[in-house]
């Protein structure tokens, strides 16, 4: 199974914990990450994370989550065609430009899920024609348990 982190995820293992949501969903990441350094499901990253990546501004958290990210197996480099596909997406919603290229970049690497933490993200997803299921980690988790 090929699964698409978007940039929220990698982050989430880093936020504040006292809070019961972000805890599990930090669980579930850690746990999906582990999976993925063992063979079972395969990560892929991309030139898109990298750059959000780049623009954190906290060194410290910016450093961790690279850390986190190295576990991807197959890296997934920026395209026109990707480019043109994010428009496409940003035309029929208001989604957020890193949200509908991160999605782009899922389906072009045909990831099976793209997870993220961005429940406005996972709601809109649901309404648009994707080649790739967007999820929370928690709700992928429940299904794979």
Not at 19 to 36: F, N, P, V, Y
Not at 46 to 58: I, Q, R, T
Request: a negative charge; hydrophobic letters at 40%.
């Amino acid at each position: 199974m090929k699964i698409y982190l978007d940039n929220c995820c990698y982050n989430r293992p880093f936020d504040n914990q006292t809070h019961e949501r972000i805890h599990l969903e930090s669980e579930a990441i850690l746990m999906i990450l582990q999976r993925g350094q063992s063979g079972m499901y395969k990560i892929l990253g991309s030139d898109v994370l990298d750059l959000e990546m780049a623009h954190m501004s906290d060194d410290v958290k910016k450093q961790r989550v690279k850390n986190l990210y190295k576990v991807t197996d197959t890296h997934i480099h920026y395209t026109e065609e990707m480019k043109e596909r994010a428009r496409e997406l940003q035309q029929q919603s208001n989604i957020r430009t890193f949200d509908s290229l991160h999605i782009a970049v899922a389906e072009a690497g045909e990831a099976d899920v793209m997870l993220t933490t961005n429940v406005k993200l996972e709601k809109i997803s649901e309404t648009l024609d994707l080649n790739v299921r967007v999820i929370s980690p928690l709700k992928f988790a429940w299904e794979v348990i």
